[in-house]
């Protein structure tokens, strides 16, 4: 989902280590016509440029339940997420800590960090926005919600990723469609009888009926 995102939003660039110096046109309904991307860092207006753009996703206009029971975030969501609140294998974070973290580093003097991490702080930044634009365009909106959302590496010491389920589909171990519904011929004759004994005694009595109200 993350790289679709960043694909279809940006398709001309190939990382957001590009975009972090350039001003992009936005074609998105509802999305500011222009989006400067240059270090002049406002949170108020990257999580609204942000929220534009994503209100016009693929996702939008899409009704979806009230969040209920726990989710597991995986792959790109994880990494990105770690980046900004170390952890091993899993880790929770609420919204108001996620978004205080981005904020904290965006805001913060990036050549006091090593060289290596210079080079991609901008992009660093950029994805810890979309990641919380994407959870709260999904229905987490407030903490409560974020607390249900486990960031996972691994599950049972496999590397979640999102073939994952592209995986296990094609190896049938997870079906992706209901079982069909097998039936000998003794059950089929059996099931027709019992049908057509229905359809001939309703279309009795409708007949009976019928005739009463004439006389």
Not at 20 to 25: E, H, M, N
Not at 27 to 42: E, L, N
Not at 51 to 59: C, G, K, T, V
Not at 97 to 126: H, M, V, Y
Request: charged share 20%; hydrophobic share 45%.
């Amino acid at each position: 989902m993350f790289d679709t995102f960043r694909y279809n939003i940006l398709p001309k660039y190939d990382s957001f280590k590009t975009i972090v110096a350039i001003t992009s046109q936005i074609s998105f309904k509802g999305a500011p016509a222009r989006i400067a991307f240059r270090g002049d860092y406002d949170a108020i207006r990257c999580g609204r440029a942000i929220e534009a753009i994503l209100a016009d996703a693929s996702f939008a206009g899409v009704y979806r339940p009230s969040v209920r029971d726990d989710f597991a975030a995986i792959h790109k969501l994880w990494e990105i997420v770690t980046s900004f609140k170390k952890a091993n294998h899993a880790v929770k974070v609420t919204r108001t800590q996620f978004a205080t973290a981005i904020d904290s580093f965006c805001t913060s003097n990036w050549t006091t960090l090593p060289r290596q991490e210079q080079a991609t702080s901008g992009e660093k930044c950029l994805q810890g926005w979309i990641v919380k634009g994407l959870l709260e365009a999904h229905g987490f909106r407030n903490d409560s919600d974020w607390g249900r959302v486990t960031f996972l590496s691994n599950v049972g010491g496999t590397v979640a990723s999102w073939s994952t389920g592209y995986a296990l589909d094609a190896t049938a171990r997870i079906p992706s469609t209901a079982p069909a519904i097998q039936m000998d011929l003794f059950g089929f004759i059996v099931s027709t009888a019992i049908c057509l004994n229905i359809f001939v005694i309703s279309l009795f009595f409708l007949i009976r009926k019928c005739c009463k109200n004439q006389l």
